[in-house]
């Protein structure tokens, strides 16, 4: 394990606090790293195995975890003490690895709804009005152009660290190394529009829009395929209505328009089903070489059927 690695896998322990008398608080980390998701991940499966009586929800979230419960019939102290346990375990693992899928997401990039969207909000919402909302995160990004940031969003997998703000919406990390994770600031102000399936981005977090709704990501393209399934009318969605969850793992597939409109037709149909894949995520094989065990996560996707 390199020195780098050991110094972000082992974070100080969590900080726990209280919402009233019904929610505990568990923040591993102030900031999103890979390490302290891995923690909010595996302590929030770990609590939901427990099956506790008196817990009412377990939400991780990016680098924190939030457990709302009924204080009649689960003291406090007595969950605090139950996570603690939980942490320790994951902490003192003999591996950190979460048994997960990586999931082929297939994009039209540049398409014209986002587009169109786009141009109605400059003046008064955009750090550069005078471009495309992917001009401009090339340029924060010291790349040549749109078609570079492109390139570089969708040749790694990222990973799904919460699913949240509107029902079924994925916050994702990108698996590199922090000095090559693309990062765009949001909207100066949000958006009152955003068309449903939209690839957005703000900060160091890629996300799908689920619905359409308001927003202040900044858009590059359209899912060609639901995420969000309220009828469970696909076989993806069969066992639930939400598509991803915490720990999947993501790869963005560029598509032309012919490709979107057959994979919107198969959605109509009823017959599309998502390519992915079983995969074990290594948070130490992670950190130590991200390129190579991206590698490994892609060749698990491209042997998978669709």
Same mark, same amino acid.
């Given at each position: 394990?390199?020195?780098?690695?050991?110094?972000?896998?082992?974070?100080?322990?969590?900080?726990?606090?209280?919402?009233? %008398?019904?929610?505990?608080?568990?923040?591993?980390?102030?900031?999103?790293?890979?390490?302290? /998701?891995?923690?909010?991940?595996?302590?929030?499966?770990?609590?939901?195995?427990?099956?506790? =009586?008196?817990?009412?929800?377990?939400?991780?979230? /990016?680098?924190?975890?939030?457990? !709302?419960? %009924?204080? %009649?019939?689960?003291?406090?102290?007595?969950?605090?003490?139950?996570?603690?346990?939980?942490?320790?375990?994951?902490?003192?693992?003999?591996?950190?690895?979460?048994?997960?899928?990586?999931?082929?997401?297939?994009?039209?990039?540049?398409? =014209?709804?986002?587009?169109?969207?786009?141009?109605?909000?400059? +003046?008064?919402?955009?750090?550069?009005?005078?471009?495309?909302?992917?001009?401009?995160?090339?340029?924060? /990004?010291? &790349?040549?152009?749109?078609?570079?940031?492109?390139?570089?969003?969708? +040749?790694?997998?990222?990973?799904?660290?919460?699913?949240?703000?509107?029902?079924?919406?994925?916050?994702?990390?990108?698996?590199v190394p922090r000095a090559?994770?693309?990062?765009?600031?949001?909207?100066?102000?949000?958006?009152? %529009?955003?068309?449903?399936?939209?690839?957005?981005?703000?900060?160091?977090?890629?996300?799908?829009?689920?619905?359409?709704?308001?927003?202040?990501?900044?858009?590059?393209?359209?899912?060609?395929?639901?995420?969000?399934?309220?009828?469970?009318?696909?076989?993806?969605?069969?066992?639930? &209505?939400?598509?991803?969850? =915490?720990?999947?793992?993501?790869?963005?597939?560029?598509?032309?328009?012919?490709?979107?409109?057959?994979?919107?037709?198969q959605v109509e149909a009823?017959?599309? !089903?998502?390519?992915?894949?079983?995969?074990?995520?290594?948070?130490?094989?992670?950190?130590?070489?991200?390129?190579?065990?991206?590698?490994?996560?892609?060749?698990?996707?491209?042997?998978?059927?669709?």
């Amino acid at each position: 394990m390199t020195e780098q690695s050991t110094e972000i896998l082992y974070l100080p322990n969590a900080r726990y606090t209280w919402g009233g %008398d019904e929610f505990l608080f568990v923040e591993f980390d102030e900031a999103m790293n890979l390490t302290a /998701n891995y923690l909010a991940t595996t302590v929030a499966h770990g609590l939901e195995q427990l099956d506790l =009586p008196g817990v009412v929800d377990v939400c991780p979230a /990016n680098a924190s975890l939030l457990v !709302r419960f %009924d204080p %009649d019939v689960l003291g406090g102290e007595e969950l605090r003490r139950r996570v603690q346990e939980l942490e320790a375990q994951a902490r003192t693992a003999t591996q950190h690895t979460v048994e997960t899928r990586i999931v082929e997401v297939p994009v039209w990039y540049q398409d =014209p709804y986002t587009a169109e969207v786009v141009q109605r909000f400059r +003046e008064g919402y955009h750090q550069d009005p005078s471009g495309t909302d992917l001009d401009y995160a090339a340029k924060v /990004n010291g &790349l040549e152009d749109a078609a570079e940031f492109i390139r570089r969003h969708h +040749e790694s997998p990222w990973l799904v660290s919460m699913v949240g703000f509107v029902a079924g919406l994925p916050f994702m990390y990108q698996l590199v190394p922090r000095a090559r994770q693309l990062e765009v600031p949001k909207y100066l102000s949000p958006r009152t %529009d955003t068309p449903p399936l939209t690839v957005g981005h703000g900060g160091c977090f890629a996300c799908i829009y689920s619905v359409r709704g308001a927003g202040g990501y900044q858009m590059f393209g359209v899912a060609a395929a639901p995420i969000y399934d309220p009828g469970q009318e696909l076989p993806d969605f069969e066992d639930f &209505l939400i598509l991803f969850r =915490p720990g999947d793992i993501v790869k963005f597939r560029p598509v032309d328009e012919a490709e979107y409109r057959a994979v919107q037709e198969q959605v109509e149909a009823g017959t599309w !089903r998502y390519k992915q894949a079983p995969v074990t995520f290594d948070v130490e094989a992670a950190l130590a070489d991200p390129a190579t065990y991206n590698r490994t996560l892609l060749e698990a996707l491209d042997g998978a059927e669709n």
